[in-house]
């Protein structure tokens, strides 16, 4: 008892009383500190070198696409060869087909070769008409029936080379290689260094990559994301005009109007549930619902658009919902105190608040809408499309591509050609993912900026 | 309308707010038990007592701000001018206009000073033209104290001013629609001495138009600014009469007890 009284607490016992040196207590927590700040930016250092040696796999492989081997050839187009009626009638004139331009084009190359003086031992005819790109013809014949006024002349025609000269002088192909390739022998890539010596083959631009539809398996150098970006782009515009107002309407209705029970619980479960559900999933709702009862046609952006918007709907309404409810209660009270009604309030006041995060939910939810690949499968939009569609709203029902589509598509073919042009194409969709990004943080700057 | 001589001589006299047998039930809590009170026209009110007594509660009430709250239940009379304010052919939104409402934490809305003010004239439709509209923002600015401070940035944030600046330009903005009766719920808890001194100051010139209550935890300020005190405890309304009167010589035990600081 006297003990206890004596020192009623015993003392903490101290390592050290001096306020300069650690404790070991103290040197503990401060290695642990230390260690987990090291796990936090190695995974950092982790997550960057991932994306690093992403974007450099992707921009090696797919950079390649921009650029596209041309061999300019004078070309003398003959009336008598390809106007047989002589009347200059593009339908008439439509009758020389391809294989006619053919003969055109690979007699205008041998001839510049040999007016050249370019020997090559052991090169025949064949091999030097195989230089030449499948889809050059085509060009040209497009080139001619769009101007007839050409027959007659001699004009330079921009030929694309085929896909292996191409890729030879983008180190896809080497002489080596080409010895064991059925589709190129070492000849025609000597023909093409002489060729690009005399100035007659050059690698520039390629704005084809980006306006000409695809091609099929055997032309990978003419295969483009025309098609594909115009698809991408209706289904964007349906997935803006359906999801943003149903979007917001229906988050505004379960936020502040909707009374709170068993009900709207239901739903809310339900819509968080919706976000998580595989997209592909959305693609076999659309194919039974919009191409099978509403006899939309397949392939169609509309259709696209309408799956896509069911996807993204409840992908809008959670940060919606969380934007609303993170305005502060006390802006609606002051509304509310003045008197304005409920749906003043939160016109006047919730919503501008909101604005921004609602901004952001709808960017974010577009940009997964546009790289969204699965339910697109599921409504036929893979198909090979050839013809562009139409202006909107008619062309919203034309078959189209999509761009995550188009990736995916060529990765399926044999040419090593289309590797580079699914990387490409991965860029483009890359860079448009970019955009509404910074369009996004635009568009949040300035509303914030209003108040 | 009426003659402006014996509006004045009956100011005292006239009750502007009666609230018969008000219960208040939070769910299932019974919040606020059998309240009878009779509110003043051209008085200022207090309503005093311990936190959770209920009277920011019965507060809400008077303008029907508790609707706002899914589980929250009013029952009994409370009316205004004789009208019952919980009849169902009453529109809340007409009721708050004209019994306005200033707030425990000053909450401007997020846009310049002008349209604060403006915005309660504009919803209700009070103003014809620009001109008129400029008239009240800037005769509500004046009576809240703040026009000289403000009057050369009106177009500035209304966020971005003082703490005791927002609290007045609430008070501008709740009397810029005219209203009959101003309910303040706790009006000067966030702000300082000075900011308190000019608040209470301006509820004192507001009296003259219109009738305020003011819930407040400082018996001080409850003295210095009501002509009458309501002392709320656990939901009932033990006393209410002159503030003179329940400060000096209480006639119930609890309100003596709350006053000298033995309960609360």
């Known amino acids: 008892m006297t003990d206890l009284s004596a020192s009623p607490a015993a003392a903490p016992v101290r390592a050290s009383s001096s306020l300069l040196t650690l404790d070991a207590r103290v040197r503990r927590r401060n290695a642990a500190e230390a260690r987990f700040r090291g796990y936090g930016f190695a995974a950092i250092l982790l997550a960057l070198l991932a994306l690093v040696w992403l974007l450099y796999s992707i921009f090696s492989a797919g950079l390649p696409a921009f650029r596209q081997t041309v061999i300019q050839i004078p070309v003398t187009l003959d009336a008598a060869q390809l106007d047989k009626a002589g009347n200059r009638n593009p339908d008439e004139m439509a009758k020389a087909s391809t294989v006619t331009y053919g003969k055109v084009l690979s007699e205008a190359l041998k001839a510049a070769v040999a007016q050249n003086g ?62 064991r390739d059925s589709n190129v022998t070492p000849e025609q890539l000597h023909l093409a260094d002489a060729l690009k010596e005399k100035g007659l083959l050059s690698t520039s631009f390629n704005s084809g990559f980006l306006t000409m539809p695809d091609a099929s398996d055997k032309r990978p150098e003419a295969a483009g994301l025309g098609i594909a970006i115009l698809g991408s782009a209706y289904m964007m515009v349906v997935v803006l005009v359906l999801s943003l107002p149903i979007g917001v309407a229906a988050s505004i209705y379960l936020e502040e109007f909707a009374p709170k029970n068993r009900w709207t619980d239901l739903i809310e479960v339900n819509i968080a549930n919706l976000a998580a559900v595989p997209s592909i999933v959305f693609g076999i709702l659309g194919l039974a619902i919009f191409i099978n009862m509403a006899g939309l046609p397949q392939s169609a952006p509309i259709v696209g658009g309408l799956v896509l918007t069911l996807m993204t709907l409840p992908r809008i309404i959670i940060p919606t919902r969380a934007a609303l409810k993170a305005v502060p209660p006390s802006i609606r009270d002051a509304a509310l105190g003045v008197g304005a009604s409920k749906m003043q309030s939160i016109f006047h006041h919730v919503l501008p608040l909101a604005a921004p995060g609602i901004l952001t939910g709808m960017i974010i939810g577009l940009a997964q809408a546009l790289g969204e690949t699965a339910p697109l499968l599921l409504i036929g939009m893979v198909a090979f499309v050839r013809e562009f569609p139409a202006a909107p709203p008619s062309g919203l029902f034309d078959p189209a591509a999509a761009l995550p589509v188009q990736v995916y598509n060529w990765t399926q073919r044999g040419d090593p050609g289309f590797v580079e042009r699914a990387s490409g194409a991965i860029i483009v969709l890359l860079v448009f993912l970019l955009i509404m990004n910074t369009l996004a943080i635009i568009l949040r700057r300035r509303f914030e900026r209003r108040w | 309308m009426k003659d402006v001589l014996t509006e004045n001589a009956v100011k005292a006299e006239t009750s502007k707010i009666s609230a018969r047998k008000a219960q208040v039930y939070y769910g299932t809590n019974h919040a606020i038990k059998d309240v009878d009170v009779e509110i003043l026209d051209k008085t200022v009110t207090a309503f005093i007592g311990p936190s959770g007594c209920g009277k920011s509660t019965f507060l809400r009430c008077l303008n029907r701000m508790n609707d706002t709250i899914p589980s929250c239940r009013v029952e ?64 509500s600015l004046r009576r809240a ?117 033995r309960i609360g």
């Not at chain 2, 009379?77 to 200033?102: C, F, H, N, W």
């Not at chain 2, 439709?125 to 620009?130: A, E, H």
């Open chain 2, 76 to 139: 009994g009379s409370i009316t205004l001018d004789g009208e019952d304010i919980y009849d169902k052919r009453v529109d809340p939104v007409q009721l708050r206009a004209k019994v306005g409402m200033v707030f425990q934490k000053p909450n401007p809305f997020p846009k310049s000073i002008y349209d604060n003010v403006a915005y309660g004239p504009k919803i209700h439709g009070l103003t014809r033209s620009k001109a008129e509209l400029d008239e009240i923002v800037e005769k």
């Open chain 1, 118 to 179: 370019i020997v090559i031992e052991g090169l025949d005819d064949k091999e030097i008409a195989g230089m030449l790109s499948q889809e050059a013809p085509a060009m040209l014949r497009r080139d001619v029936l769009a101007n007839p006024a050409l027959l007659g002349q001699t004009i330079t025609f921009q030929a694309y080379a085929t896909g292996r000269v191409d890729g030879y002088y983008k180190g896809r192909v080497t002489l080596d290689s080409a010895t």
């Open chain 2, 145 to 261: 104290a703040l026009w000289n401070e403000v009057k050369d940035r009106l177009q500035t944030p209304g966020t971005g001013l003082s703490g005791g600046q927002q609290q007045r330009l609430c008070i501008a903005r709740a009397v810029a629609t005219s209203p009959e009766v101003l309910l303040m719920d706790e009006p000067c808890s966030a702000l300082d001495p000075i900011a308190t001194a000019q608040v209470e100051e301006l509820i004192d010139e507001l009296r003259t138009n219109f009738s305020v209550v003011i819930v407040t935890h400082s018996m001080q300020q409850a003295a210095r600014v009501s002509q009458r005190t309501a002392f709320f405890h656990l939901g009932n309304l033990v006393e209410y009469g002159e503030t003179g009167q329940i400060f000096t010589n209480p006639k119930d035990p609890r309100t003596e007890s709350y006053i000298t600081g």
